[in-house]
Each structure stands twice: as structure tokens, then as C-alpha cells.
């Protein structure tokens, strides 16, 4: 008797990119500009957004999807930055976000007055780079304290994204980080990468970033 295989992987992921098709098309409905920020743990992900929501919150409309896998602890810190939702996912274990979960986020989200949405997914350079969400683009965030080659280790997430910030570059002085070469891996990678270079300690780098996401907004808005 022949045996069949069920791809139920392949099913599922089919399934999230429908789920993200919807999404996308429910964003660009209501002209919102979304990033998903996506890094290894601990690249400062939530610390560049404290900073984005504290210096851009007057002038932007943004509101945050955190995903984690066991707390809500990104979420609570984000949320004394600003008035709009911050909105928790608590992954129960999962290594990243689906694209279910980021439509049923947005049931909470007032999207009409939403410029800006932030997706900051689970810290996981793997899983992550798989799944739609139905974001603009995926924003990698990258730590001078991480090693050069971690383009080179983690491909599929480089060449996904369309976006790569460089946190933490006050500690250059102090790491055996060579920023240069680590751009150079990652344009072998992705060649097509927009790069950041940002320090949520000493704030350089950060109205690069914020000129980034205004131009980003308007061109959403005049679509």
C-alpha cells in the first residue's frame, strides 16, 4: 500500500499567508505604515521603541503588537510611553508571531487613527523570517555586541527584510565589532538592505531613524 504524506506544514503556512494578505489589505485600507521588528533577544528592540514612542508620540499616531513568549513585560514597559494601545501576545512557547495572531490584535487597534504600527516580534533570528504578518517590511535589528557574521549564520532573515538597524553603537568603542565588515556580510546577504546606525543610550543615530519613519508615514498617507 502507498503511503501518503500530509504537508501539514505546508497547509499552515499557506493558510498565514492568506490570513497576511487580508491584513495587509486591511492596513493599506486605512493607510497605516507597519514594521515588523524582528532581531535575536535582547538587541534592543523595546528600547528603540521607548524612544520612538516618547519623541515621535505627539506627532505620530503609533500603536504597538509586542510578542513573547511567557510575558508581557515589553508590552508594560512600552505602554507608559504612550496613550494608544500596546497591545500584548503572549506566544505560550511559539518562537514567533503568525499572522492570526496580528489580526486578531488589530480587532483592538482604532486603525482610522493609527499611523504607524509596530510589530515587535519574538527575539528569534530563525523562526520569524518564515511568516507573514502582513507588514510594509520587516526591520532587522542587528547589536554591535552580536557577532559580525550574523548575516552570514542567519541568511534567510537578512534577505527578508528590507531594513537593517544597527543598535548599541555607543559600545563600539568597547567590542571587537568591526561595523564596516558587518554591513559588507549583510549587502552579501541582501544587497538591496537600507542601513540604520542607532545607540538608544546616547541617542545617536535616533533622527535618522525618526526622518525614516515620517517619510514612511507620509508616503503610506498619499497612497
Known amino acids: 500500500m502507498a503511503v501518503r ?3 501539514v506544514r505546508e497547509r499552515v503556512m499557506a ?3 492568506e490570513l497576511a494578505t487580508a491584513v495587509r489589505h486591511r492596513l493599506a485600507q486605512h493607510r497605516v505604515a507597519t514594521f515588523n521588528l524582528v ?3 535582547g538587541s534592543g528592540k523595546t528600547a528603540l521603541l521607548e524612544h520612538t514612542l516618547e519623541d515621535l508620540g505627539q ?3 503609533i500603536a504597538v503588537v509586542t510578542g513573547d513568549v511567557q510575558t508581557q513585560n515589553d508590552a508594560d514597559r512600552l505602554a507608559a510611553y504612550t496613550e494608544h494601545l500596546v497591545q500584548a501576545v503572549v506566544t505560550g512557547g511559539a518562537c514567533h508571531l503568525d499572522a492570526r495572531q496580528v ?3 488589530l480587532d483592538a487597534v482604532d ?3 493609527t499611523d504607524l504600527l509596530f510589530i515587535e516580534n519574538v527575539g528569534n533570528l530563525v523562526c520569524p523570517a518564515n511568516w507573514d504578518l502582513g507588514e510594509t517590511a520587516k526591520i532587522v535589528l542587528f547589536s554591535v555586541t552580536e557577532g559580525e557574521d550574523k548575516p552570514a549564520k542567519y541568511p534567510k532573515m537578512f534577505q527578508q527584510s528590507r ?3 544597527f543598535t548599541k553603537i555607543d559600545l563600539l568603542p568597547y567590542v571587537p565589532f568591526d561595523i564596516t565588515r558587518a554591513e559588507t556580510i549583510a549587502r552579501d546577504v541582501h544587497g538591496a538592505l537600507t542601513f540604520f546606525r542607532t545607540s538608544a543610550r546616547s541617542r545617536e543615530g535616533l533622527e535618522e531613524w525618526y526622518t525614516f ?3 514612511q508615514v507620509g508616503d503610506t498617507r498619499a497612497l
Open 39 to 41: 532581531s535575536s533577544p
Open 5 to 7: 504524506t500530509i504537508e
Open 15 to 17: 493558510r498565514n499567508d
Open 59 to 61: 506627532e505620530l499616531r
Open 111 to 113: 486603525l482610522e487613527s
Open 213 to 215: 519613519l515620517r517619510d
Open 103 to 105: 489580526q486578531a490584535a
Open 163 to 165: 531594513y537593517a538597524v
